[in-house]
């Protein structure tokens, strides 16, 4: 040992057990250090340094340890009539290794030690900053309750030298928090927001430039089991989110993808304080985050739909933060890429809950109105999913989808295309045919015309490859067609088939697809009052194996049809036989192909009220005035065909 540089009692004492002893030695170490400066000796209080570094700081004995961080301390303090800030390079350092000391005493004593010559050294004891501050968040966590304690003293007396001090280097300070920020034990996260706290509150230093640094972090924090760190890092967020109210020139582009992170949180109050700052970085990024809207929306879209305790403040943020972006993009003349917006809105459409659906619906129809083209080369990312949609079970979704639909199809380009895909749906979805495709086709017929949405069905059903199939759409079809509120003009228009060119013209486009349904292309001359062709049609229908069980079901809705409103000018026209014989010959023609059933005395009944009794007319060379318009025979020649092929497949309902 070099010992020789102190007296023997002060070495004795100093590596003493009892803290009595330490304190008497470091008090006399205090008092010769005091003495060596006024003799201007400072090679012997280097040498005195050297001793309690050496023998006592570094020794491997915890309680010559102790004598050497006490000792010190009490050099510092016997220096501090002097500038100690010479000798801080001898003092600091190894106090600082004794922070991670295997003995709690001795991490004890050193956090004491530290707190001492940081008192006197004061501003200057921040070139040792990181160090020191590396040293004190490890032990904010200390097992050791007595170290914990010291540590917080030293830790508020650094804070408070820091506030003061005009050295402090934010720069070099801000990696030694971004590597701890994410940190999950308790006492080291409340350590890290209180420095976050406190440097944010001075006065020359702007945190929030260096907020997108550790703000993931603090995100963390707001979920944390522990209620106080909870507050502490809300507190926080509130303060900081203040701020950027006041410098909208924030990096806030750096930030957003932390919010994308946060907004999909487990944690409710997470999420909902995630969406407020969404909010507000939208409100005062305006234009300039347009290139991030797609990873916005993809956060904040699913949030619409959010479920849970806090589901009405979340619902309420996602969407008003919604109909925000949607007005800024509504209104912008900015340039900005589509694609990834399309991609965000297309895979929204596969979110459980039917709101978030609804809204990527909205975004849709907002960009056909505002950018139609720009929209429309994403074809094949929307289409498909768009398509699928149709299959939503919610109702409200499908209308929303066939309004997008519809305003794509109004570009001709794609209307054949989009038309094909539907008819290819439901061959394959049968159930889809059944559950929804009435309600697809008549919305279809309410956006683009129920003539346009017709003439396109019939033409794809003409010449299909499953004719089982077209039967069975065509005759949904012609249900739709006679019964739908939505398809008024199309009856308007049929109800001229004789009179004018235009009812012509459909009813021929019609018939040849309604061919592959005898029943539907039956109806359709009836209500179209094509009465002498329908009459035509009656013995044709009568072929044996024609006359199937699905047959004569379509027969008896097809009687129930004619009684309901749509068919009244039908019966009105019963009160002229003379003048309409090919209506009554088909309809007793209807009678004869039914087997004694509640259709066939409901029509009987019907029939019984025809004025002008006994037989009926000869109706031989009788032609009705207008049906000369249209030719019917190559019409006639074609159901003949369809009728041979339909004899052959299997029975349809």
């Not at 996260?189 to 993931?216: A, H, K």
Request: hydrophobic residues 45%; negative net charge; charged residues 20%.
């Amino acid at each position: 040992m070099h010992s020789a540089s102190l007296p023997a009692n002060i070495v004795r004492n100093l590596s003493d057990r009892l803290y009595e002893k330490r304190k008497n030695a470091a008090l006399e170490i205090e008092q010769l250090i005091k003495d060596l400066m006024r003799g201007k000796n400072f090679q012997g209080i280097d040498a005195v340094l050297h001793v309690l570094i050496k023998d006592f700081a570094e020794s491997t004995q915890a309680n010559f340890r102790k004598g050497g961080l006490i000792g010190l301390a009490a050099a510092a303090v016997g220096l501090a009539s002097m500038n100690s800030n010479t000798y801080l390079q001898q003092l600091v350092p190894p106090v600082l290794v004794c922070f991670a000391d295997q003995d709690s005493r001795v991490r004890y004593y050193a956090c004491e030690s530290l707190y001492n010559i940081a008192k006197v050294a004061r501003a200057d004891i921040i070139l040792f900053f990181n160090d020191l501050f590396d040293g004190l968040c490890k032990l904010s966590s200390d097992p050791d309750p007595n170290v914990k304690n010291g540590a917080q003293l030293l830790d508020r007396l650094v804070k408070d030298i820091v506030a003061e001090s005009n050295a402090f280097d934010i720069l070099a300070f801000i990696p030694l928090l971004r590597g701890r920020i994410k940190q999950v034990n308790p006492f080291i996260r409340q350590f890290l927001i209180g420095w976050i706290v406190m440097l944010d509150s001075v006065p020359d230093i702007d945190l929030t430039e260096f907020l997108p640094e550790f703000l993931d972090g603090l995100f963390n924090m707001v979920s944390d089991p522990n209620k106080e760190i909870r507050q502490q890092a809300d507190t926080a967020l509130v303060d900081f989110l203040r701020d950027i109210r006041k410098q909208p020139s924030s990096d806030l582009g750096r930030m957003i993808p932390i919010l994308v992170e946060h907004c999909a949180s487990k944690d409710e109050f997470t999420t909902e304080t995630a969406i407020n700052w969404m909010h507000v970085f939208v409100e005062l990024g305006n234009e300039r985050l347009l290139d991030l809207y797609a990873d916005i929306l993809g956060a904040i879209l699913p949030c619409t739909a959010h479920t849970g305790a806090s589901a009405s403040n979340i619902q309420d943020s996602a969407f008003s933060t919604n109909k925000l972006l949607l007005t800024i993009v509504s209104e912008t003349a900015a340039e900005f890429e589509i694609g990834p917006i399309c991609e965000t809105l297309t895979g929204v459409l596969n979110e459980e809950r039917a709101d978030t659906r609804l809204t990527s619906m909205q975004w849709f129809n907002m960009l056909l109105e505002k950018m139609p083209d720009r929209l429309l080369v994403h074809m094949e990312t929307i289409f498909p999913a768009l398509l699928q949609a149709l299959s939503d079970k919610n109702d409200k979704v499908v209308h929303r989808d066939l309004e997008v639909l519809s305003q794509i199809s109004r570009h001709q380009k794609y209307f054949p295309e989009f038309m094909a895909k539907l008819v290819g749906i439901f061959a394959e979805n049968r159930q889809l045919l059944q559950s929804r495709g009435s309600l697809i086709i008549c919305k279809l017929c309410a956006e683009l015309g129920p003539e346009k949405i017709y003439r396109e069905f019939a033409h794809i059903l003409e010449n299909p490859q499953d004719k089982e199939f077209a039967s069975i759409m065509i005759q949904m079809l012609n249900l739709i067609a006679l019964t739908a509120k939505e398809l008024g003009g199309l009856r308007a228009l049929l109800l001229t088939t004789l009179t004018s060119e235009a009812g012509g013209s459909l009813f021929c486009a019609l018939y040849r697809s309604w061919c592959h349904n005898p029943v539907a292309t039956f109806s359709l001359c009836l209500y179209a009052q094509a009465y002498q062709h329908a009459a035509v049609l009656i013995p044709l229908l009568a072929e044996p194996e024609m006359v199937t069980v699905p047959f004569l079901v379509q027969i008896d809705k097809l009687v129930t049809l004619l009684e309901s409103p749509v068919f009244t000018h039908l019966r009105l026209q019963l009160l002229e036989p003379s003048r309409y014989p090919f209506l009554l010959k088909s309809l007793y023609g209807v009678l004869m192909l039914l087997p004694q059933s509640t259709a066939f005395n409901t029509l009987r009944t019907r029939l019984k009220c025809v004025p002008a009794a006994g037989v009926l007319p000869d109706t031989s060379g009788v032609m009705h005035p207008c049906e000369s318009k249209i030719d019917f025979d190559p019409l006639l020649k074609l159901f003949k065909t369809r009728c041979c092929q339909l004899l052959v497949l299997p029975n349809t309902v």
